[in-house]
């Protein structure tokens, strides 16, 4: 299995419940072996470059106090931009390797569903459209790409027309979408007014159907978490979900 866990940790409100909740699916349901990288919507080094909490790295023993310790250290607010799609579509991009082709693949988000780095409908739209597509290929393995590698020095290799992209298999999405998220009775929504609430909606919806409409061994979860207790039993019935399709992948 591979997962990368991806937060958006601007809202001081229930950061500290999200946090707990990935530390409870961490230390309980992803089993060692497990490769597992946690990041933050947003967060990027001045590069642009992806600044992860801690990147891909396999569970072990010797190492999760470490990772433990890095997860329990997030519980610190962060002012980024939320760029939710370009996040993501990093996140895809690394999940995407061949090394993880037989692996089971997760990618779990905890959101507002907000994008403020696509502003207007047409270019939001588009941007979830090509991110549609990357969750449906996976990059080929060297010997299905048309390739043939020279026997002898040189290591170069023969090319012929051929696919550098097959088709995506056990890959899964779950959004838990905080976008109702009230506290004491009280909505935190951004901007309820905002013109883009029905595409940011419809874009979540739209992605996790395209998963499920391929009929392949990829699904997608949309989970509305609306309170404290919400977001803990949406990591927890993701975290069942990862279990058992991860004991279907063999």
Not at 217 to 231: E, N, Q, R, V
Request: hydrophobic share 35%.
């Amino acid at each position: 299995m591979a997962v990368i866990f991806l937060l958006d940790r601007s809202y001081d409100q229930f950061r500290k419940t999200a946090v707990a909740a990935v530390e409870k699916v961490f230390t309980k349901y992803l089993p060692e072996g497990c490769i597992v990288s946690y990041r933050g919507v947003g967060e990027t080094k001045p590069t642009g470059e992806v600044k992860p909490i801690f990147d891909m790295t396999e569970k072990k023993p010797s190492n999760i106090p470490s990772l433990l310790k890095l997860i329990k250290d997030s519980d610190v607010r962060v002012n980024v931009t939320p760029t939710l799609y370009s996040s993501m579509e990093d996140a895809i991009k690394e999940l995407k390797k061949p090394m993880y082709t037989e692996r089971s693949k997760w990618l779990i988000v905890l959101t507002d569903l907000v994008d403020m780095e696509y502003r207007d409908k047409s270019p939001a739209i588009s941007k979830v459209d090509q991110l549609i597509g990357q969750m449906g290929t996976q990059d080929a393995p060297n010997e299905q790409r048309g390739f043939k590698t020279r026997s002898g020095g040189g290591g170069g290799f023969q090319s012929k027309a051929g696919a550098q992209e097959m088709l995506m298999q056990k890959f899964n999405l779950a959004l838990v979408d905080t976008s109702e998220m009230k506290i004491k009775g009280e909505s935190i929504k951004y901007k309820p007014e905002h013109p883009m609430w029905p595409v940011w909606k419809g874009n979540a919806r739209r992605m996790v159907r395209s998963l499920a409409d391929r009929g392949t061994t990829s699904m997608g979860y949309h989970i509305s978490a609306d309170d404290f207790k919400a977001i803990d039993d949406a990591f927890e019935a993701v975290a069942k979900l990862m279990a058992d399709t991860d004991v279907a992948a063999g």
